[in-house]
């Protein structure tokens, strides 16, 4: 339910419904907008709730939230989220870009994508420390001295770190060295991994599960915005089709679709999306021609030596070039990049 305050209510009255929200076994997320707070209140539906809440003076009305997932719904928060982290920030209107290696590989390697990545106008810079492969015999990944390498490059160039935890209890290392958690496709519905995201204060980029649908990519959404933490990005990096000529199938409507039933803000993986390398410029234009509010890109400055995900890795030249497309369709269509 969202419980739809008046004008004008005070600190005191909203807190006190939260109090009466919380009483019922509910649990109460508090969404200040410009004119007026509204309170979801979520948890196991019972009778006679609604009419309570509403009895109160000081609450406009009480309506019930249609979609299954409440928290992460437009109905609830018609104003999109904006979420900020040091040098990122991803919301309507402004597209921000992370960009860099699939893998941390070596100090060299991930300094030097860290600059060129910036110099191109890269705001993020990615690279998986825990990397989750397909094969147990493949590299896995530097983790902690991956880690380590990234907070380097952040205080090198200045750059938000964006890497991903692969299980609740890396949750607390990662966090140690991340500005944003990202979950992999692989663990969209690992709701442990989820809910200890969700404890954290940290962004989070949630990659959608490449067999998911739309609602279920909500709904493990709402598992983090249900323990409090605000700060999630969806992440659209392509699902499984029956098509084999690219990696994954990349369904841009998914930009337009989640911004019409969601406020959180949507990032475009064209690397993942395609797995190749010569399709990613003009799906990196397309994610912004269809107002995706990010993007995120694997961008190596050897490409045939990447250890992983070489085949879909631009040069940083290529990467310079196709943020110069991109500027060029977010300025035709009023966006800043
Ligand atoms: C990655 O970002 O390198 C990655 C493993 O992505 P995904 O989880 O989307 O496969
Ligand atoms: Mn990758």
Redesign the pocket.
């Known amino acids: 339910m969202i419980v739809v305050m008046k004008p004008g209510a005070t600190d005191a009255q909203i807190q006190n419904m939260v109090r009466r929200v919380e009483e019922m076994g509910l649990k109460a997320h508090v969404i200040v907008g410009t004119e007026r707070t509204v309170i979801a209140a979520v948890g196991e539906k019972r009778n006679g709730e609604r009419e309570k809440l509403e009895s109160y003076d000081e609450v406009e009305k009480v309506v019930p939230i249609l979609a299954p997932y409440k928290v992460a719904s437009r109905e609830l928060k018609p104003q999109p989220t904006c979420v900020e982290v040091g040098s990122l920030t991803i919301v309507a209107g402004h597209i921000g870009v992370i960009a860099g290696t ?2 941390v590989e070596s100090e060299a390697q991930i300094m030097e994508s860290a600059r060129k990545v910036k110099a191109a106008g890269a705001t993020a810079l ?1 690279g ?1 420390a825990f ?2 492969r397909t094969s147990p015999y493949s590299f896995q990944g530097m983790k902690e001295e991956g880690l380590k390498l990234l907070a380097a490059a952040r205080d090198a160039t200045g750059l938000a770190i964006v890497t ?1 935890v692969m299980a609740p209890e890396q949750v607390p290392l990662v966090e140690k060295y991340a500005d944003v958690l ?1 979950i ?3 663990n969209m519905q690992n709701y442990n991994l989820l809910q200890a995201v969700g404890e954290t204060r940290k962004a989070v980029l949630l ?1 959608r599960g490449p067999a998911a649908t739309m609602e279920e990519f909500l709904l493990a959404a709402e598992y983090i915005l249900d323990q409090g933490n605000k700060d999630v990005m969806l ?1 659209e ?1 392509g699902i499984r089709t029956f098509e084999s000529h690219t990696r994954f199938t990349l369904p841009l409507a998914s930009v337009t679709y989640l911004h019409q039933k969601t406020h959180l803000p949507v990032v475009i ?1 064209p690397s ?1 999306g395609t797995g190749i390398a010569s399709l990613v410029p003009d799906m990196c234009c397309a994610a912004v021609a269809c107002k995706a509010d990010g993007l ?1 890109v ?1 961008v190596h400055p050897d490409p045939h030596h990447a250890i ?2 070489g085949a879909q890795s631009l040069t940083p030249e290529v990467f310079a070039d196709t943020m110069q497309q991109c500027r060029k369709v977010a300025a035709a269509l009023g966006l800043t990049m």
Do not use: L, V
């Open positions: 699939c893998s990615r998986g990397k989750p991903e990202q992999g496709a692989r990659k992440c990096r993986d993942h995120i694997e992983s995900d």
